[in-house]
T-cell receptor, first 113, second 112 residues
Framework: ETGVTQSPTHLIKTRGQQVTLRCSSQSGHNTVSWYQQALGQGPQFIFQYYREEENGRGNFPPRFSGLQFPNYSSELNVNALELDDSALYLC????????????FGPGTRLTVT | GDSVTQMEGPVTLSEEAFLTINCTYTATGYPSLFWYVQYPGEGLQLLLKATKADDKGSNKGFEATYRKETTSFHLEKGSVQVSDSAVYFCALTDTNAGKSTFGDGTTLTVKP
């Protein structure tokens, strides 16, 4: 059974640029959620996708957008990067949306300079 | 909106000591509650869960009971080991909104 994978591991971008982060769900999982984790804080929910549709969204501006593909892999896109976007971005997959536990990937460390 | 408050750390205990990490929440509706653990150099992983009031989640000697009347989900372990040193996160999931809310984490260090 393949776990959740994310790419790239690390990324450095300049303020104003755009970035795309990628996530492959655990086998058989049709739901993926994205989180932003600042240093010393808990993960903050960005959004969730279930069967290619956005299923819930946290308090993030529209420049944070996502996609889920038919194979349930996912992308997180961030436009017009700001310094405060520097964080660890976590992807988590679950068997179905709702109460089921989430399986987290190792994260992508984004640094905006 | 939903929120989760964990006791502030760091927490330092001697091996075989009793552990309690407090977690309280506010939520509309009936969330599911979780504890996740992050060991040094590793990703977040589920430790235990409870999906309705009075449910008790347990795993690896850790326990937590979903207390609706006190909106709490405190994590306990009777005898901690050095290998339990990690960051512990309390979280809730609003199943209707498809949204999860995490606390800020509590760092536990267990000394031999």
């Amino acid at each position: 059974e393949t776990g959740v994978t994310q790419s790239p591991t690390h990324l450095i971008k300049t303020r104003g640029q755009q970035v795309t982060l990628r996530c492959s769900s655990q086998s058989g999982h049709n739901t993926v959620s994205w989180y932003q984790q600042a240093l010393g804080q808990g993960p903050q929910f960005i959004f969730q996708y279930y069967r290619e549709e956005e299923n819930g969204r946290g308090n993030f501006p529209p420049r944070f957008s996502g996609l889920q593909f038919p194979n349930y892999s996912s992308e997180l896109n961030v436009n017009a990067l700001e310094l405060d976007d520097s964080a660890l971005y976590l992807c988590a997959s679950s068997l179905v949306a709702g109460v089921h536990e989430q399986y987290f990937g190792p994260g992508t460390r984004l640094t905006v300079t | 909106g939903d929120s989760v408050t964990q006791m502030e750390g760091p927490v330092t205990l001697s091996e075989e000591a009793f552990l309690t990490i407090n977690c309280t929440y506010t939520a509309t509706g009936y969330p599911s509650l979780f504890w996740y653990v992050q060991y040094p150099g590793e990703g977040l992983q589920l430790l235990l869960k409870a999906t309705k009031a009075d449910d008790k989640g347990s795993n690896k000697g850790f326990e937590a009971t979903y207390r609706k009347e006190t909106t709490s989900f405190h994590l306990e372990k009777g005898s901690v080991q050095v290998s339990d040193s990690a960051v512990y996160f309390c979280a809730l999931t609003d199943t209707n909104a498809g949204k999860s809310t995490f606390g800020d984490g509590t760092t536990l260090t267990v000394k031999p």
